[in-house]
């Protein structure tokens, strides 16, 4: 399994089958770090081992992800937002970071509603940044 995480108080998350079709996205504002901290291993206890966390942002929310993965003998990779923007999105498409959330929603929706799977009724850009954090690791880091 992996599993996409956009780093914040407020994560974006994606599950996808190790084959790339996704499981779920969503969204959770855990408030504070150490709801998060409490929240995680809900999230990686399910996973097999040998899963995969790939994480947009460092840090300390960061830390709190990377720890708990160890625990579970989950791989850890870490990326910026620059190394999968630059392969999705034209340069014009990511100026400001108005324009790139909005072009990360649009695009995300896009992507999930062409895969077969149900849709959500509305997508956060923390969720849709996840979505394409996966996406583009299957599709453009690991081939």
Do not use: C
């Not at 400001?96 to 956060?124: C, E, F, W, Y």
């Not at 923390?126 to 599709?139: H, P, Q, R, S, T």
């Amino acid at each position: 399994m992996i599993l996409a995480v956009d780093l914040g108080v407020k994560t974006g998350m994606a599950l996808f089958e190790p084959s790339g079709e996704l499981v779920w996205v969503r969204s959770s504002n855990f408030g504070n770090a150490s709801r998060l901290r409490k929240a995680v291993p809900g999230f990686l206890n399910p996973l097999p081992e040998r899963s995969i966390l790939v994480m947009e942002g460092g840090g300390a929310m960061s830390e709190i992800w990377e720890k708990e993965a160890r625990k579970h003998n989950i791989s850890v990779i870490r990326i910026h937002a620059g190394e999968w923007r630059k392969d999705i999105f034209y340069q014009r498409e990511q100026r400001s970071g108005v324009k790139a959330k909005s072009n990360a929603l649009q695009l995300a929706m896009d992507l999930i509603r062409s895969s077969g799977v149900a849709a959500p009724k509305s997508l956060t850009d923390d969720a849709a940044e996840a979505f394409l954090v996966g996406y583009w690791f299957i599709n453009y880091y690991l081939k």
